[in-house]
């Protein structure tokens, strides 16, 4: 099967590492990938150190595609325009395509099958792309291409009912998918919905597996997440601030950024100041700081099923605190972490007792890794892309 991934974002982050980590595997199977990203991703992947190799190797096979930037640059909408009508020239033009496997910009492929014989797969990377996807304000929307899109919401049903799949990257985006559908008057698009059994993590080839000594560990707590509301940095500032007042012998690495990094920086400044807390910013990789950590903290809303930074904090021998909701309990159970709220108390007290007992939080650690390998194997995620791709293009046009 002859098919086109289109990857388009600003920068590595979950999302973009999972499809890059996919097609590392898929290159090694049978059939034929073509990779087409934007520049912007092109760069930040060319250099990354674990997906230079993927890139060019690509990259040399004539196996990768990669759309300019505009001419003209700062015009706004009109930029969203033309790399729309870019990306649909050359998935109309490029090759001819069994199926277009589209992640985080999904209405140029829509619209391109009505012009071609390719079968169209969308992939739904969280919570927040659904109101997008149906022409509905989302409480963050930071791509102008999408928004652009928006404006022609009497279209949506019609182009929605074009897509021949569409993948959700969790089961709580797949019912709000549902949800969606319904409220829409498509319910009969649900067949077309589809959610991988297990999601994908992909380990760093770049580790050294003698970075995993027990006694190399310290009393370190790392938070990785992009600084805006679902996310809850603020939450965990004010834990985290409380917290190290009380344990002095303990430190954090806040790796990040975004709209409430103010905010943020401002609860969290009597720690830096003293050495306690370390400020990162965005980073390539959080590896280097997992290998050290004993604790990782998520407190994601409405999932942090299946964020990439806690399979790669779980790979890393980290004991997890997690927000508990949507599929997180998958992840995270008494072995390896626990489950807390929204209440900045509770989740004060749950971070407490993670770490009272270091023999606890090291058996944890070990934990997290043993069921990471144990429960979420690659190779079952491949499988199962595949088998979608195999029932997509069978099924008429």
Same mark, same amino acid.
């Given at each position: 099967?002859?098919?086109?991934?289109?990857?388009?974002?600003?920068?590595?982050?979950?999302? *973009?590492?999972?499809?890059?980590?996919?097609?590392?595997?898929?290159?090694?199977?049978?059939?034929?990938y073509?990779?087409?990203?934007?520049?912007?991703?092109?760069?930040?992947?060319?250099?990354?150190?674990?997906?230079?190799d993927? @890139?060019? /190797?690509?990259?040399?096979?004539?196996?990768?595609?990669v759309?300019?930037?505009?001419?003209?640059?700062?015009?706004?909408?009109?930029n969203?325009?033309?790399?729309?009508?870019?990306?649909?020239?050359?998935?109309?033009?490029?090759?001819?395509? +069994?199926?277009?496997?589209?992640?985080?910009?999904?209405?140029?492929?829509?619209?391109?099958?009505?012009?071609?014989?390719?079968?169209?797969?969308?992939?739904?990377?969280?919570?927040?792309?659904?109101?997008?996807?149906?022409?509905?304000?989302? /409480?963050?929307?930071?791509?102008?291409?999408? !928004?652009?899109?928006?404006?022609?919401?009497?279209?949506?049903?019609?182009?929605?009912?074009?897509?021949?799949?569409?993948?959700?990257?969790?089961?709580?985006?797949?019912?709000?998918?549902?949800?969606?559908?319904?409220?829409? +008057?498509?319910?009969?698009?649900?067949?077309?919905?589809?959610?991988?059994?297990?999601?994908?993590?992909?380990?760093? /080839?770049?580790?050294?597996?003698?970075s995993?000594?027990?006694?190399?560990?310290?009393?370190?707590?790392?938070?990785?997440?992009?600084?805006?509301?679902?996310?809850?940095?603020?939450?965990?500032?004010?834990?985290?601030?409380?917290?190290?007042?009380?344990?002095?012998d303990?430190?954090?690495?806040?790796?990040?950024?975004?709209?409430?990094?103010? *905010?943020?920086?401002?609860?969290?400044?009597?720690?830096?100041?003293?050495?306690?807390?370390?400020?990162?910013? %965005?980073?390539?990789?959080?590896?280097?700081?997992?290998?050290?950590?004993k604790?990782?903290?998520?407190?994601?809303?409405?999932?942090?099923?299946?964020?990439?930074?806690?399979?790669?904090?779980?790979?890393?021998?980290?004991?997890?605190?997690?927000?508990?909701?949507?599929?997180?309990?998958?992840?995270?159970?008494?072995?390896n972490?626990?489950? !807390? /709220?929204?209440?900045?108390?509770? @989740?004060?007290?749950?971070?407490? %007792?993670?770490?009272?007992?270091?023999l606890?939080? !090291?058996?944890?650690?070990?934990?997290?890794?043993?069921?990471?390998?144990?429960?979420?194997?690659?190779?079952?995620?491949?499988?199962?892309?595949?088998?979608?791709?195999?029932?997509?293009?069978?099924?008429?046009?």
């Amino acid at each position: 099967m002859n098919t086109l991934v289109v990857l388009f974002a600003k920068k590595l982050s979950g999302a *973009e590492k999972r499809t890059l980590r996919y097609l590392s595997l898929c290159t090694l199977s049978s059939g034929r990938y073509t990779l087409l990203l934007n520049r912007g991703i092109f760069d930040c992947a060319i250099g990354d150190e674990e997906f230079s190799d993927l @890139v060019c /190797s690509l990259r040399d096979n004539q196996n990768l595609v990669v759309i300019p930037n505009p001419p003209i640059r700062f015009l706004g909408r009109l930029n969203a325009w033309y790399t729309a009508g870019l990306l649909l020239h050359m998935i109309c033009n490029r090759g001819a395509y +069994d199926l277009v496997h589209s992640i985080m910009i999904h209405y140029p492929n829509l619209v391109a099958s009505l012009f071609t014989k390719h079968k169209t797969l969308c992939e739904v990377c969280g919570p927040q792309e659904v109101p997008m996807l149906f022409g509905k304000p989302a /409480s963050r929307v930071n791509n102008r291409m999408l !928004t652009s899109w928006l404006r022609f919401q009497w279209l949506r049903p019609w182009i929605l009912r074009h897509g021949h799949g569409y993948i959700c990257v969790s089961p709580s985006v797949l019912r709000k998918f549902e949800i969606a559908l319904d409220e829409s +008057d498509l319910s009969g698009l649900k067949s077309n919905l589809h959610c991988p059994v297990v999601p994908l993590y992909v380990p760093n /080839s770049n580790i050294i597996e003698s970075s995993f000594v027990d006694s190399s560990k310290e009393k370190l707590i790392v938070y990785a997440s992009s600084f805006y509301g679902r996310k809850n940095p603020v939450l965990f500032a004010r834990v985290l601030a409380r917290f190290l007042k009380k344990h002095t012998d303990w430190k954090a690495a806040v790796l990040g950024g975004g709209e409430l990094e103010a *905010e943020v920086k401002e609860i969290l400044i009597d720690a830096t100041v003293s050495g306690q807390v370390e400020l990162i910013g %965005r980073v390539a990789t959080i590896y280097p700081y997992l290998v050290r950590s004993k604790v990782y903290v998520s407190l994601i809303t409405p999932d942090n099923y299946p964020s990439q930074s806690v399979f790669e904090a779980m790979y890393c021998k980290n004991a997890l605190l997690c927000t508990d909701v949507g599929d997180t309990g998958r992840m995270v159970g008494d072995e390896n972490g626990i489950l !807390t /709220s929204f209440e900045e108390d509770d @989740v004060l007290r749950d971070l407490e %007792r993670l770490v009272d007992d270091d023999l606890e939080l !090291t058996a944890k650690g070990k934990a997290s890794r043993a069921r990471l390998l144990r429960e979420f194997p690659s190779s079952l995620y491949v499988e199962n892309i595949h088998a979608i791709y195999q029932k997509i293009a069978k099924e008429e046009k």
